[in-house]
């Protein structure tokens, strides 16, 4: 039977029980361009892949289990791995900033671009043009983060269905609409029944 490797037993037991403290720079060189301790520790903690070795650091299956917990590591990684959608979309879940390192050709993806901006507002300014003016994802945006109604393309905030989905949730945010709307009787209707029905909900 192989004797067990104490050091490496150690090195884990520092990592797991001082995961904000652990100075990685005392762990031996050969563990940290060993995938399987560097699989084991980034399960407790995920920054260790910013010591581990370069090989490790390309490796897709240490990124699979890294970036769902520190995405912030996809800037780091080979133009390979930003364009992976599966593993971009695990970074940007984790961290939606992520996507401004993303393969540009992946940037322009629905999906991912809508899983950055749900995850963060200020993601908005970093999507591609055709999808901020594109309708339907507006409407997905709005209904994440309301107040993205205001950096809409004057022609999105002058659409009626995206600023009944808006004002449903913000009565006051019939402001920003087109001026066509403010004073359009059924938005003034759905603006009245929402600002009841949030004084019923505050009640």
């Known amino acids: 039977m192989t004797e067990p490797d104490i050091r490496r037993i150690l090195f884990l037991k ?10 990685f720079l005392d762990i031996d060189k050969k ?3 060993d995938k399987s301790f560097i699989l084991e520790a980034a399960h407790w903690c995920p920054l ?5 070795d370069n090989a490790i650091q390309r490796d897709n ?8 917990k520190y995405g912030y590591f996809l800037q780091h990684t080979t133009a390979e791995i930003r364009r992976d ?3 971009v979309m695990s970074a940007i879940q984790n961290y939606p ?3 401004r390192y993303a393969a540009p050709e992946l940037r322009e993806n629905r999906d991912i671009a809508a899983a950055a901006v749900k995850g963060d507002m200020r993601a908005w300014n970093l999507v591609p043009i055709d999808l901020r003016n ?13 107040e993205l109604f205001k950096k809409l393309s004057p022609e999105l905030r002058a659409d009626r269905d995206v600023a009944r989905a808006a004002v449903c949730q913000l009565p006051s945010i019939l402001r920003f609409a087109a001026v066509s709307l403010q004073t359009d009787p059924e ?17």
Request: charged residues 25%; aromatic residues 8%; proline residues 3%.
């Open 134 to 146: 594109d309708k339907a994802f507006a409407l997905d945006a709005v209904a994440s983060h309301v």
């Open 61 to 68: 299956d240490v990124l699979r289990s890294v970036l769902p």
């Open 85 to 87: 959608p599966e593993l």
């Open 97 to 99: 900033f992520a996507y």
């Open 14 to 23: 520092l990592i797991r029980e001082n995961t904000h403290e652990a100075n």
């Open 48 to 52: 260790i892949i910013e010591c581990a």
């Open 31 to 33: 563990y940290l361009s």
């Open 187 to 203: 938005m003034l209707a759905v603006a009245k029944e929402a600002s009841a029905k949030a004084g019923f909900a505050r009640s």
